[in-house]
């Protein structure tokens, strides 16, 4: 799928609702994000998302959302004030965590993502989602101290979120 379909894709998105999305083989580059919600079930398979200077995919109020065999690199942000940075989930977010019944990432690579930002608190940079992990590969995925070079390792995923079978090089731990 090229650029201009997914960026429809993604507007189609942002201003519909739909029970099931399937969505496969689709490529989103340097663009805002992808909204999903009020809605049964989301797949997303071999799916490429790079270059995000914003949260990546963001849902709310889904019973099962599968994400396998997606590609995630360069997506980052920067949080520069304490409003989004409690927030947390830079790559998966929902803005009501429990309105998430299952999140699965399965088969998936994550690489330079990230957050900067100003202050210590450091768990769940990427998904602020109770997490079923297996499978994955996570690669230079930090956290920097914004403005500065300092960075720290802190925790990826919340403390509810489960990993199996994951490879982690030079990035924070999982949880």
């Not at 989301?42 to 200077?53: A, D």
């Not at 109770?130 to 500065?148: A, H, Q, W």
């Not at 802190?154 to 949880?175: E, L």
């Amino acid at each position: 799928m090229d650029k201009s379909k997914i960026d429809i894709l993604c507007e189609y998105l942002n201003n519909n609702v739909a029970e099931r999305y399937q969505i496969a083989n689709a490529a989103l580059e340097d663009n805002t994000g992808c909204f999903f919600n009020s809605c049964e079930e989301v797949m997303l398979s071999n799916c490429r998302f790079e270059n995000f200077l914003n949260r990546t995919l963001f849902f709310d109020d889904i019973n099962l959302v599968v994400v396998d065999s997606c590609l995630f690199k360069k997506c980052n942000i920067d949080y520069d004030d304490d409003y989004y940075w409690v927030k947390k989930g830079s790559v998966f977010y929902s803005e009501d965590v429990s309105s998430i019944g299952r999140f699965e990432l399965i088969n998936s690579s994550l690489i330079d993502c990230g957050v900067s930002h100003l202050y210590d608190d450091v768990f769940g940079f990427i998904s602020n989602i109770d997490s079923f992990v297996d499978n994955c590969s996570f690669e230079n995925c930090l956290i920097t101290k914004y403005g500065r070079d300092e960075w720290k390792k802190g925790c990826m995923f919340t403390d509810d979120s489960f990993a199996t079978n994951c490879n982690y090089k030079n990035s924070s731990v999982f949880n």
